[in-house]
């Protein structure tokens, strides 16, 4: 990877933050241009410009209908009357609804060592998440191991060596076409004895709608609670943030089969709106840890709601 | 996929058939439903609004064809327009060059392209018998050369080296003339995913294409993403003058209104769905056909191609034609698509296909599951051939003796009886219309030969 990748470059993270979500806030922002303008009555047009931006990103039919209900009837009561009042409550609206997912990505000491998953559909940034997370965790001062837990792709072992590499921390492998759960197995009992603080499984790549396969991830699971019934500590899924209505159901099965307890949100760097997150938000309620900012290796932020809509909806 | 966007229309329109006539409100109420319908399938909102004003234009403006009720006609424009969003008909790849005819891949990250390109090297070795040589242009992901060369060695293809420390621009040069030498007739190039929004890897990616003057240029996109894909099909687009669209990751159940976006906004052709993680998952893709797919028409020409190709392929001609002319699916039919099924992808794949089998009730697709194939072909096995004819002469004894026959238990017995009759029922609801072909036809174009009552339920 080149420097300018590996660095992003330019400027600090909330100066980036924005800027990647840029894109999301100038689609809202054009959307609901009338609003910025200044006072102005609202009308059938207004609202109909905010439906069609919230649509547009990724917000869902659902939740944006479920949304313009509660504006509208504020609007009919006349507590909003003008158009910088119906901008204000939007945005607490939304603070409201991704406020509760907000919760910070601890490891507590008790737990050693703390297994975490990386789960999610395929090609949605697990592996390189996991290279930009064990940085994170080692800057705090923890130590970290990865078991290559995606036996299936092709180079997905090679992959996650150049990460471990990378961070200058082991990776137990076994190579493709080694059974997972003995992966991760083998990788948790290393773990144990090397007294590692923290052990990152990567896992392949599955469409949820695929039983076998989301069968096999529970199967890690259970393998794994063997060694310590309280592993996995932490199960993450990974969203691409380019995903529509899907993630619904990623968060629903992935769900099912391994128990989620966060989010990851990758590629936030892009022009994906990654509204989504308010659906989750309302339907399925997961804790979003972090976003994924590009493809380098400090590339990983914890996600905070406030400038998460700020950057959504600020004035340019 | 578009399992969930079939099912919604299907009722929508099923709410309109039989109205007396088509009117300002019956259309957009059902128009309503469908908009819904593709928003939630992540139709890009431009893509649904110019669909839904032509649906509605069409619909209310034509003179409607007197020989179909209002809920055909309206039918018909639904699907004549899901069709024409999607594009006439299925684009083959163009090859037509001096060799090696080079086809360049470009998309964001994690798309699918490298896993596309062994697919298309396998596509393009067993069916159009090429010789296909493959290279990384991707110098920055880790071990993105490496996922290359492990899937080439897997495809049989002509893998050539690459490595991290090199130029992209040098590695396509140098690729050229290995291939070159080689006699490869295609050269396949893989490149690094990209933003759109990434001048500088936008501007790399030009000038590769300039110098590799490829006679295809694909756009992998992911079968899951939502309204953006519309923004990054646009960018790619005015970039590189894209030639054609793979589809990749269809096999899940994202509602793929991905396809819809990318076709309507580009133009540009889609020419292939990736159907699954292997070497062998793709597939050609088929705007009538997948629009007939989304109408609950089900997707049986693609589904006997597939079967010529990979089963028996004089069984599966008997039953094309046993199918087209409205004969009965019996048991001996059910036991050959079971011993096929595994050849085909699975059951939950053939069912996908199946005419109105998005129509079953949510337990009865779930019931079937690919562990039940060999169980079921055994049960049926262990009847005498007059059973496997004339199911109805299947009593309380014979069921046990079957049973007995078989290790198995009454019960499920009697569940592959029932799952033949719902599979019979398909059949039949398809044949009754005097074939699958003219039903298609009727659709697409003229009035359905069988009557106006070909269409309604
Ligand atoms: N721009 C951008 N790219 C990312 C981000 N995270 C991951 N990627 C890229 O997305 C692609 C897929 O990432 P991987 O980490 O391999 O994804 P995965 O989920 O492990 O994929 P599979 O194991 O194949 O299912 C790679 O090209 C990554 O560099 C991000 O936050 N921003
Ligand atoms: N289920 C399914 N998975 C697919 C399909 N196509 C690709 N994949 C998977 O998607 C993931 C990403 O595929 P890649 O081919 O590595 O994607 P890429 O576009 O080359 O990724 P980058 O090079 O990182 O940008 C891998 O896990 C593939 O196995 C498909 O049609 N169906
Ligand atoms: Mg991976
Ligand atoms: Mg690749």
Same mark, same amino acid.
């Given at each position: 990877m080149s420097d300018t990748k590996e660095n992003g470059g330019k400027g600090g993270f909330w100066k980036r933050l924005s800027a990647s979500l840029g894109k999301t806030r100038s689609q809202l922002a054009a959307g609901v241009g009338n609003l910025l303008l200044g006072e102005k009555e609202i009308d059938q047009e207004v609202l109909d410009d905010l439906e069609t931006a919230l649509l547009l990103t990724d917000v869902g039919i659902d939740t944006t209908q479920e949304i313009m209900a509660d504006l509208s009837r504020r609007v009919r009561r006349k507590e909003l009357n003008d158009t910088v009042a119906l901008h204000g409550a939007l945005g607490l609206l939304l603070k409201e609804l991704v406020d509760p997912l907000v919760k910070p990505f601890e490891v507590p000491a008790a737990d050693r060592p703390f297994v975490i998953f990386m789960v999610g559909v395929n090609g949605a940034g697990k592996t390189t998440s996991i290279g930009k997370l064990a940085r994170y965790l080692k800057q705090q001062g923890l130590s970290v191991m990865l078991a290559a837990g995606d036996t299936f792709r092709a180079a997905a072992v090679e992959q996650l060596q150049a990460w471990g590499e990378r961070n200058d921390v082991a990776v137990v492998a076994q190579g493709q076409g080694a059974d997972s759960a003995s992966v991760v197995y083998d990788a948790v009992q290393a773990a144990e004895s090397r007294g590692i603080d923290v052990l990152i499984a990567d896992t392949a790549g599955r469409l949820q709608a695929k039983t076998n396969l989301m069968e096999e991830l529970a199967k890690i699971k259970r393998v794994v609670q063997r060694l310590n019934a309280r592993a996995p500590h932490e199960v993450l899924l990974v969203l691409d943030a380019g995903v529509g209505q899907n993630a619904l159901s990623q968060v629903r099965e992935f769900d099912a089969a391994t128990g989620v307890t966060g989010l990851i949100l990758t590629k936030l760097d892009g022009t994906a709106k990654a509204g989504v997150v308010f659906a989750i938000a309302r339907q399925v309620r997961k804790p979003i840890y972090f976003i994924g900012i590009g493809e380098g290796i400090d590339d990983l932020k914890p996600f905070a709601a406030e400038s998460f809509v700020d950057a959504l909806l600020a004035n340019e | 996929m578009f399992d969930s966007l079939s099912e919604r229309l299907t009722q929508t329109l099923r709410g309109i058939t039989g109205k007396a006539r088509l009117t300002e409100e019956n259309v957009s109420a059902a128009l309503r439903d469908v908009r819904m319908a593709l928003l939630e399938a992540d139709v890009a909102l431009p893509v649904v609004k110019d669909f839904i004003d032509t649906v509605k234009r069409r619909a209310l403006g034509s003179v409607v064809d007197l020989s179909l009720n209002p809920g055909e006609a309206f039918v018909k424009i639904v699907h004549e327009e899901l069709v024409r969003v999607m594009g006439e008909a299925n684009d083959a790849l163009d %090859? /037509?060059?001096? &060799? &090696?005819?080079i086809i360049l891949m470009a998309g964001l990250q994690g798309a699918g392209k490298t896993t596309t390109v062994a697919k298309l090297a396998r596509f393009l070795k067993e069916r159009h018998k090429k010789k296909v040589a493959v290279v990384s242009a991707d110098v920055y992901r880790p071990a993105a050369i490496t996922q290359l060369q492990t899937l080439a060695a897997e495809v049989g293809a002509y893998f050539i080296a690459s490595s991290g420390d090199q130029q992209p621009l040098d590695i396509a040069r140098r690729a050229v003339k290995e291939a070159g030498t080689q006699f490869a007739d295609v050269l396949l190039v893989d490149t690094a995913g990209r933003l759109a929004i990434d001048a500088d890897m936008m501007a790399e990616i030009q000038l590769l294409q300039a110098e590799l003057e490829p006679v295809e240029t694909l756009f992998v996109v992911d079968a899951m993403t939502g309204q953006d894909a519309a923004n990054t099909a646009k960018a790619f687009n005015d970039a590189l003058n894209l030639t054609g669209v793979v589809l990749a990751k269809a096999d899940g159940d994202a509602r793929g209104g991905a396809a819809l976006s990318v076709r309507a906004i580009t133009g540009k052709p889609i020419k292939f769905l990736g159907m699954g993680e292997k070497t062998d998952a793709l597939e050609p893709f088929y705007p009538d056909r997948l629009a007939s797919r989304i109408l609950g028409m089900g997707d049986v020409l693609s589904l006997i191609e597939e079967a010529e190709r990979k089963v028996d392929k004089q069984k599966a001609q008997k039953l094309a034609r046993k199918l087209q002319k409205g004969k009965r699916f019996d048991l001996e039919d059910f036991r050959d698509q079971l011993h096929q099924m595994a050849n085909m992808g699975g059951m939950g794949s053939l069912m996908e296909k199946l005419? $109105? +089998? /998005?129509? %079953?009730p949510p337990g009865a697709q779930a019931q079937? !599951? !690919? $562990? +039940?194939f060999t169980k079921m072909a055994v049960i049926i096995d262990s009847m005498t051939s007059h059973e496997r004819r004339f199911p109805d002469v299947i009593n309380g004894s014979r069921k046990q003796r079957i049973a007995r026959g078989s290790g198995t238990q009454v019960p499920d017995v009697n569940r592959v009886l029932k799952q033949h009759k719902q599979m019979q029922k398909m059949m039949k609801k398809v044949t009754r219309k005097g074939g699958m072909q003219k039903m298609m036809r009727g659709l697409q174009g003229m009035r359905t030969p069988g009557g106006p009552s070909g269409m309604s339920r």
């Open positions: - | %090859l /037509n060059t001096k &060799p &090696p005819a005419p $109105g +089998m /998005n129509q %079953l079937v !599951d !690919d $562990g +039940m």
